[in-house]
């Protein structure tokens, strides 16, 4: 009768009744303590399920080989081998374990560290939001506390994204230049016909309406006009809280940004909606090709979306600089913001989730894409040059240096002229398609503040710091 496990006579047997197998007591249960299982077949068996043997103790004989003295230095070498090499290797564990242990300290301390920023961070970001007075109202009939954490967009306002999206992207490329489109022999030609005096000090909210007779002009007084371009006057005020930073048609509905962080809506002269989701200056705003969507971005961090079907507060997601500009991509399904750490951040529209992320020279001003959807076109602050980023390859493709300052940049329809401004004069840059070439077709000494094109781009609507319209023409 011998130990399944040792392969000697057991001191004390016991038999396991999963396996029928003898063990020696104290080797078996050290190896049930472990695995909890029959050491010949693998069969759960506890302690508890091992029937004793009773047997006559016999007192083993010496082995033979251990009767001499040479024998017994012999079993005492190969003890002291069998020691040394498990020393040795407790030793190399040791050294494993110290340096495992030491990197969970370094781990341990570095999370620490940021953990502690990250709360510091926090207690002065939420020392400064209380600081900062935000009104209660969201929306013209009283509505929902400010929003302070990202929400995913409604079904229906996604479904209206998505749509919009597919419905534009098929045609966008290949869409025609319409026949009644400026060339670039006529833009070289556009010079200074009409100007009007100063109508708001401080201004660069410039917005020309579809139509092309009206534009929203803003200024630091905290009043919109809505100036007739043809009649050459201000045909109606819009008044909001604060120094206006930005405005910008929606359909037939005016929509004023101001450095209060209120964003107005504004409707046959008539404040439809009020929203304050901004905790700071709201900085600029974007239309979203559905033409009811609006964005707007502020010192807080954040940009908001706002449904002007509902007159309603979507989503408002943070980033981790205060954002200074912003446009939606010409498909809608892309939101691009620039910050004051010099990064421009592109959104999902519908989810809020990061998609890129660019690196500018300073301060991002201003933002646009290209209607065929592959560029986009970025100003930095006090900046000469405008970076144009395919989005293709998320890198920068070409620099464009106008050789003076860059206030404003737009892109006009086809996505042929890139059109920009600022107090030096404004300059007209062309790319031709067929030879990916860049040209500049004009060049005029007339200061703006912000520029934008008329209808199939015929003109450029400027506005100068002193808050007048300038129009050039061909």
Same mark, same amino acid.
């Given at each position: 009768?011998?130990?399944?496990?040792?392969?000697? @006579?057991?001191?004390?047997?016991?038999?396991? &009744?999963?396996?029928?197998?003898?063990?020696?007591?104290?080797?078996?249960?050290?190896?049930?303590? +472990?695995?909890?299982?029959?050491?010949?077949?693998?069969?759960?068996?506890?302690?508890?399920?091992?029937?004793?043997?009773?047997?006559?103790?016999?007192?083993?004989?010496?082995?033979?080989?251990?009767?001499?003295?040479?024998?017994?230095?012999?079993?005492?070498?190969?003890?002291?081998?069998?020691?040394?090499?498990?020393?040795?290797?407790?030793?190399?564990?040791?050294?494993?374990?110290?340096?495992?242990?030491?990197? @969970?300290?370094?781990?341990?301390?570095?999370?620490?560290?940021?953990?502690?920023?990250?709360?510091? +961070?926090?207690?002065?970001?939420?020392?400064?939001?209380?600081?900062?007075?935000?009104?209660?109202?969201?929306?013209?009939?009283?509505?929902?506390?400010?929003?302070?954490?990202?929400?995913?967009?409604?079904?229906?306002?996604?479904?209206?994204?998505?749509?919009?999206?597919?419905?534009?992207?098929?045609?966008?490329?290949?869409?025609?230049?319409?026949?009644?489109?400026?060339?670039?022999?006529?833009?070289?030609?556009?010079?200074?016909?009409?100007?009007?005096?100063?109508?708001? &000090?401080?201004?660069?909210?410039?917005?020309?309406?579809?139509?092309?007779?009206?534009?929203? %002009?803003?200024?630091?007084?905290?009043?919109?006009?809505?100036?007739?371009?043809?009649?050459?006057?201000?045909?109606?005020?819009?008044?909001?809280?604060?120094?206006?930073?930005? /405005?910008?048609?929606?359909?037939?509905?005016?929509?004023? /940004?101001?450095?209060?962080?209120?964003?107005?809506?504004?409707?046959?002269?008539?404040?439809?909606?009020?929203?304050?989701?901004?905790?700071?200056?709201?900085?600029?705003?974007?239309?979203?090709?559905?033409?009811?969507?609006?964005?707007?971005?502020?010192?807080?961090?954040?940009?908001?979306?706002?449904?002007?079907?509902?007159?309603?507060?979507?989503?408002?997601?943070?980033?981790?600089?205060?954002?200074?500009?912003?446009?939606?991509?010409?498909?809608?399904?892309?939101?691009?913001?620039?910050?004051?750490?010099?990064?421009?951040?592109?959104?999902?529209?519908?989810?809020?989730?990061?998609?890129?992320?660019?690196?500018?020279?300073?301060?991002?001003?201003?933002?646009?894409?290209?209607?065929?959807?592959?560029?986009?076109?970025?100003? @930095?602050?006090?900046?000469?040059?405008?970076?144009?980023?395919?989005?293709?390859?998320?890198?920068?493709?070409?620099?464009?240096?106008?050789?003076?300052?860059?206030?404003?940049?737009?892109?006009?329809?086809?996505?042929?002229?890139?059109?920009?401004?600022?107090?030096?004069? %404004?300059?007209?840059?062309?790319?031709?398609?067929?030879?990916?070439?860049?040209?500049?077709?004009?060049?005029? /000494? %007339?200061?703006?503040?912000?520029?934008?094109?008329?209808?199939?781009?015929?003109?450029?609507?400027?506005?100068? /710091?002193?808050?007048?319209?300038?129009?050039?023409?061909?």
């Amino acid at each position: 009768m011998l130990c399944a496990i040792s392969g000697e @006579a057991p001191q004390v047997p016991v038999v396991s &009744p999963k396996s029928g197998s003898v063990f020696e007591k104290r080797l078996v249960e050290a190896y049930i303590g +472990e695995h909890g299982k029959d050491p010949v077949n693998g069969e759960e068996l506890a302690t508890e399920d091992l029937i004793d043997i009773k047997s006559q103790r016999v007192v083993r004989p010496r082995p033979p080989t251990l009767t001499s003295i040479p024998s017994l230095l012999s079993v005492f070498q190969e003890e002291w081998d069998a020691l040394a090499l498990e020393t040795y290797t407790l030793r190399q564990t040791l050294a494993q374990t110290r340096q495992e242990l030491s990197s @969970a300290l370094y781990q341990h301390d570095a999370a620490v560290r940021v953990i502690a920023r990250l709360t510091q +961070e926090r207690d002065e970001a939420r020392d400064a939001l209380s600081k900062v007075t935000v009104g209660a109202t969201r929306t013209a009939g009283g509505g929902d506390e400010m929003q302070v954490d990202s929400a995913g967009l409604p079904e229906a306002v996604v479904a209206r994204v998505e749509e919009t999206q597919a419905a534009l992207s098929k045609t966008r490329r290949k869409r025609p230049v319409p026949e009644n489109w400026a060339t670039s022999e006529a833009i070289s030609s556009y010079q200074p016909k009409e100007s009007s005096d100063a109508l708001y &000090p401080g201004g660069k909210a410039l917005s020309v309406h579809s139509s092309g007779e009206l534009a929203l %002009v803003g200024g630091t007084e905290g009043v919109v006009g809505v100036y007739s371009i043809n009649d050459k006057r201000v045909a109606q005020t819009l008044q909001t809280n604060g120094p206006v930073t930005d /405005a910008l048609w929606a359909g037939d509905k005016a929509v004023v /940004a101001s450095a209060t962080g209120s964003v107005k809506v504004f409707e046959n002269g008539n404040e439809v909606a009020s929203f304050n989701s901004h905790a700071g200056e709201a900085t600029a705003l974007a239309l979203h090709a559905t033409g009811d969507i609006v964005a707007s971005v502020g010192a807080d961090k954040s940009y908001v979306l706002y449904d002007l079907t509902t007159n309603s507060v979507l989503t408002q997601v943070f980033s981790d600089a205060s954002l200074l500009s912003v446009n939606f991509h010409p498909d809608g399904h892309l939101i691009a913001a620039g910050g004051v750490d010099g990064k421009i951040k592109i959104f999902n529209t519908t989810s809020g989730t990061p998609a890129a992320d660019y690196s500018s020279s300073g301060p991002v001003k201003g933002l646009f894409f290209s209607e065929n959807g592959v560029f986009l076109a970025a100003v @930095a602050e006090n900046s000469t040059v405008v970076s144009i980023w395919d989005l293709r390859h998320s890198k920068e493709t070409k620099v464009l240096d106008t050789g003076s300052k860059v206030d404003s940049i737009y892109w006009d329809y086809t996505g042929q002229f890139l059109l920009t401004g600022g107090p030096s004069g %404004v300059t007209v840059q062309q790319f031709t398609k067929s030879t990916k070439e860049w040209s500049e077709p004009l060049r005029s /000494a %007339v200061p703006a503040a912000a520029v934008q094109w008329g209808p199939a781009a015929q003109s450029i609507v400027v506005l100068n /710091a002193e808050g007048g319209i300038t129009v050039l023409e061909a």
